[in-house]
C-alpha cells in the first residue's frame, strides 16, 4: 500500500482520484493549491505525488525543490492541460517520473502510477551506493545525493560526462570526483581551459608538436590529449572552443587518434573524456556555433549541478568548512559562528555560488582576523544589503500588509530591484528591436549590435525569444 498525494484544485477530481486510489488500495491525500501541498507535505512522507501546473496561488512547478527535498523524497507525475504543449517538456526538464494530460482517467493514471510505484520499490531494494572519495565536495541535501548517484554511474564507466551548470558550482571538483573513483585514478587528470586556450598554438597545446614544426618549436612536445593517455581529459568551458578545433576534436573523440602539428605520422590516446560548461550548449548547436554531432558525443552522461541558492541546506557546512580550511592556511585559531551568521547566508542569493562563498569566508577571515565568533555584521556590506533588502520585502506590518512603503497605493521597492527590473525591461526592448531589425538573424544581429554570438544567445534565452541562425 502506497501514500499518494493529489494536488489539484479540481473538487471533482479529488471524488473520482480518491476512489480510484481507494480501488487500487492506497491511502490518498489531496490538496488544493500549493500552501496547501506544503502543508501535506508537512505532515508526513508519501511515495507518489500527483502534480497539476495550474494552481491557484502559482505555477506547479514551483514546488518541485520542496517536493525534491521531502521526506522519503517521492516520485513526481506532472499533470498537465491539454492545452499546454510545454507541460511535458518542462516535466521532463524538472525531473519528474512523468507527465500525463488530463483528462485523469482510470486508464490514463493506472499504469504510469504502477511503473512509479515499482521504479520506487527497485530503487528501495538496490545496495548502497559505494562510499566515493569526493574531496571538496560538500553537502548532504537531495540536489546533491542526486548528483553523487551519477558520478558513482559515471565513475563505472568510460563514458563521455558533460557537467552543466552555473559558474562556481563546482564542476571541476565533480569532474577530479569522476576520475577519482575510476578505474583510470592512478593516470593522469589533464585539465584543458578551452577559454584560455591561445588561438593560433590550440592544436599544439592539444595534440602536441614536432621539432622544427614552427618557429621556436626546438624539440618534440606532446599535447594534453596524450598526457591524458590512460587516465581522464577534463576540457573545462568547452563552449568556448572554435567550431574549427570543435571539428578536429569530434574525430579524436571517435577513434582516439591524432596527429602532432607537423607530424606525418598519427598517434593514439586512450583517454576519458569529461566536459564542463555553463553555456545552453543545445542553444548553441541551433544557432550554428556548436556541433551537433560533437553534442551528442559529449552528453552521453550529463550532471547538472543545482545553483547554491537551491541548496540552501548546504550553505552552513560549506561555510564551516571553508572557514576552517581557511583558517588552517593562515595559522589562526578555528572561528565560532552565531546562528544569525548562518540565516545571513542562507537568505543570499549566491550568484557566483559555492565559488562566491569561498571567497566570501577568505574576505570575512582576513577582515577580522582577530574576532573569535563571527556575527552578520561582520559579512560584506554588499551581501548584508540584499539580505535586508528581502528580508523588508518578505516581512508583513502588523495589518499583514508588505511593510514596504507606498506611494498612492502601489508598494515602493528597493532600489536595487527596481533598476534591475528596469534594466531588464530596456535589455528586453532592445533585443525584440534588433531581432526585428535582422529578420531574427543572429549573425546580423551581432553585426549590428556590436556583441558576440554566444553572448547574444544568452540574453535571448534568458528573455525566451526566438531567432534564426
Known amino acids: 500500500m502506497a501514500h499518494i498525494l493529489l494536488i489539484d484544485d479540481d473538487a471533482i477530481l479529488k471524488e473520482t482520484f480518491g476512489a480510484l486510489m481507494g480501488r487500487l488500495g492506497h491511502d490518498f491525500s489531496w490538496a488544493g493549491s ?18 497539476d501546473l495550474r494552481l491557484p496561488d502559482g505555477y506547479g512547478l514551483e514546488l518541485m525543490p520542496e517536493l525534491r527535498a521531502a521526506p522519503g523524497a517521492p516520485e513526481i507525475i506532472i499533470v498537465t492541460a491539454q492545452d499546454d504543449p510545454e507541460g511535458a517538456a518542462l516535466a521532463i526538464k524538472s525531473g519528474a517520473w512523468d507527465y500525463i494530460q488530463k483528462p485523469l482517467t482510470p486508464n490514463r493514471v493506472s499504469l504510469p502510477l504502477t511503473r512509479a510505484l515499482e521504479y520506487r520499490a527497485q530503487k528501495a531494494a538496490r545496495r548502497p551506493r559505494a562510499v566515493l572519495k569526493r574531496e571538496g565536495i560538500i553537502g548532504a541535501g537531495p540536489a546533491m545525493e542526486a548528483c553523487l548517484d551519477l558520478v558513482a554511474q559515471a ?44 588561438e593560433t598554438l590550440v592544436e599544439s597545446v592539444l595534440f602536441g608538436h614536432v ?39 569530434l574525430r579524436v573523440l571517435q577513434d582516439g587518434r591524432f596527429r602532432p602539428v607537423g607530424s606525418k605520422n598519427e ?14 550548449l543545445p542553444v548553441m548547436a541551433a544557432g550554428g556555433v556548436f556541433r551537433e554531432d560533437l553534442l551528442y558525443r559529449l552528453r552521453t552522461i550529463v550532471i547538472t549541478l543545482p545553483p547554491l541558492k537551491q541548496r540552501t541546506e548546504d550553505v552552513k557546512p560549506l561555510a564551516i568548512h571553508y572557514m576552517n580550511r581557511l583558517c588552517e592556511r593562515y595559522r589562526l585559531p578555528t572561528k565560532g559562528f552565531a546562528d ?12 557566483g ?15 577580522y582576523r582577530s574576532e573569535p565568533v563571527l556575527y552578520p555584521k561582520h559579512l560584506p556590506d554588499e551581501l548584508r544589503i540584499q539580505v535586508l533588502g528581502a528580508g523588508a520585502a518578505c516581512e508583513p506590518d502588523a495589518a499583514g500588509r508588505q511593510a514596504a512603503p507606498a506611494v498612492e497605493g502601489r508598494p515602493v521597492p528597493p532600489w536595487k530591484a527596481y533598476r534591475r527590473r528596469a534594466l ?46
Open 211 to 249: 621539432k622544427g614544426a614552427f618557429t621556436g618549436a626546438d624539440r618534440d612536445r606532446d599535447g594534453l590529449v596524450k598526457l591524458a593517455d590512460g587516465g581522464t581529459l577534463f576540457l573545462d568551458e568547452i563552449g568556448e572552443l572554435s567550431p574549427a578545433i570543435q571539428k578536429t576534436f
Open 155 to 198: 565513475a563505472d564507466s568510460d563514458a563521455s560526462v558533460l557537467l552543466t551548470g552555473e559558474t562556481g558550482t563546482g564542476k571541476e571538483l565533480f569532474a577530479r570526483a569522476i576520475h577519482a573513483n575510476s578505474s583510470r585514478a592512478t593516470n593522469n587528470f589533464v585539465v584543458v581551459d578551452c577559454a584560455a586556450l591561445p
Open 424 to 469: 531588464d525591461a530596456a535589455e528586453e526592448a532592445y533585443l525584440r528591436d534588433l531581432l526585428a531589425a535582422c529578420g531574427g538573424t543572429v549573425g546580423r544581429a551581432a553585426t549590428v549590435s556590436g556583441l558576440s554570438v554566444s553572448r547574444l544567445y544568452d540574453l535571448f534565452r534568458k528573455y525566451n525569444l526566438p531567432t534564426r541562425a
Open 353 to 367: 555560488n559555492v565559488r562566491e562563498l569561498c571567497s566570501t569566508m577568505e574576505r570575512v577571515l582576513l577582515a
Open 340 to 351: 544569525e551568521f548562518f540565516q545571513a547566508l542562507a537568505a543570499y542569493t549566491w550568484p
Open 34 to 51: 500549493l500552501e496547501a501541498g506544503r502543508q501535506m507535505l508537512a505532515r508526513g512522507r508519501c511515495d507518489v505525488v500527483l502534480l
Open 267 to 280: 598517434l593514439q590516446s586512450d583517454f576519458r573524456l569529461v566536459a564542463a560548461t555553463n553555456r545552453d
